[in-house]
């Protein structure tokens, strides 16, 4: 048995340059926006994104209710605060984390706040991504 499935989106990654696949992401709130690079990671439950881009969105980072991840190089805290996620186009509000230390230097975009609102495909061998929005 076969499957054909259709996407809207591709994209094309560079997975030993960047070290992961990395995804294209701009977040929004308060009337500002950046555009910042994050890698995909589907064992992630949330989206995790550096401080940085939180303070540059004048968000009031430590306002937002506080959770601490564990992964197997320690544990860091973080604050959820609702934004505008957009990818290839697709936009939709999400909530996501901000770490609260400056060091943690990578953002994530995991199943919750981000792949739950996407159809995906990879074919990692041809370093491909593909995506739609998911519409129940």
């Known amino acids: 048995m076969s499957f054909r499935l259709n996407f809207d989106h591709h994209v094309s990654y560079d997975d030993e340059r960047d070290r992961g696949i990395s995804i294209p992401v701009r977040l929004s709130a308060n009337d500002r926006s950046c555009l910042i690079t994050a890698k995909l990671d589907t064992g992630c439950d949330f989206c995790i994104f550096e401080r940085r881009w939180g303070d540059w969105l004048g968000l009031d980072i430590e306002s937002g209710s506080e959770r601490v991840f564990r992964t197997m190089a320690g544990n860091f805290v973080t604050h959820q605060h609702a934004v505008i996620v957009e990818t290839c186009g697709i936009q939709f509000e ?36 593909f995506l739609s929005l998911y519409e129940a």
Do not use: K, N, P, T
Request: hydrophobic share 45%; aromatic share 16%; proline share 0%.
């Open 94 to 129: 999400s909530v996501v984390y901000f770490a609260r230390d400056g060091a943690v230097s990578r953002s994530f975009v995991g199943r919750g706040g981000w792949l739950d609102h996407f159809r995906l495909a990879i074919v990692h061998y041809e370093r491909d991504l």
